[in-house]
T-cell receptor, first 110, second 117 residues
Framework: RKEVEQDPGPFNVPEGATVAFNCTYS??????FFWYRQDCRKEPKLLMS???SGNEDGRFTAQLNRASQYISLLIRDSKLSDSATYLC???????????FGSGTQLTVLP | NAGVTQTPKFQVLKTGQSMTLQCAQD?????MYWYRQDPGMGLRLIYY???????DKGEVPNGYNVSRLNKREFSLRLESAAPSQTSVYFC????????????????FGEGSRLTVL
């Protein structure tokens, strides 16, 4: 079983739709959680950190469920510019324990 | 704002050749990393350097060596390239420690696309 698992997609949604991605992790000692965005053939960039209480940044909402060991990302009112691969990243406390999921591909269609 | 700069961006090697990927950051970060990204797999850590003068193995170090030349620069060397090392390589840097003791936000270079024939 992979340490961090994501549905690879692709998710194809119309503009304006709401879309949600889940990510499960296996290490119960994981301490910090992130979503990164990676555009095609570009480098990953931090989208948002995920806090225990959940957090929101504009159209993006991230949630953490420690009991079930998953994090989620909700995108409301999708834009064409949201098309990218979204990487789930989980950290168990050291650089060696920073684990990336393989990503979920989103395409927002006009 | 240069951030993290990697060179070269593209390289084609023959099996057995050697090469060095260069990385430099201008954000005064303590920690630097080398990752590889392959289709269907997450980024995997090759080596990292928590601070100037230290380097440690990551998940997939075999076939690679690194040098933390100074605080700004962290190079990755392939001594004898193999087709299995065909990949996209990303250098990254971060402030250390970050949240919960691990790395803070990672800042990535644009990537180096390496093909080994």
């Amino acid at each position: 079983r992979k340490e961090v698992e994501q549905d690879p997609g692709p998710f194809n949604v119309p503009e304006g739709a709401t879309v949600a991605f889940n990510c499960t992790y296996s290490n119960s000692a994981s301490q910090s959680f992130f979503w990164y965005r990676q555009d095609c053939r570009k480098e990953p960039k931090l989208l948002m950190s995920v806090y225990s209480s959940g957090n929101e940044d504009g159209r993006f909402t991230a949630q953490l469920n420690r009991a079930s060991q998953y994090i989620s990302l909700l995108i409301r009112d999708s834009k064409l510019s949201d098309s990218a691969t979204y990487l789930c990243v989980v950290n168990a406390g050291s650089a060696r324990q920073l684990t990336f999921g393989s990503g979920t591909q989103l395409t927002v269609l006009p | 704002n240069a951030g993290v700069t990697q060179t070269p961006k593209f390289q084609v090697l023959k099996t057995g050749q050697s090469m060095t990927l260069q990385c430099a950051q201008d954000m005064n970060h303590n920690s630097m990393y080398w990752y590889r990204q392959d289709p269907g797999m997450g980024l995997r850590l090759i080596y990292y350097s928590a601070s100037e003068g230290t380097t440690d193995k990551g998940e997939v170090p075999n076939g690679y060596n690194v040098s933390r030349l100074n605080k700004r620069e962290f190079s990755l060397r392939l001594e004898s390239a193999a087709p299995s090392q065909t990949s996209v390589y990303f250098c990254a840097s971060s402030v250390q420690p970050g949240l919960a003791g691990g790395p803070g936000e990672l800042f990535f270079g644009e990537g180096s696309r390496l093909t080994v024939l």
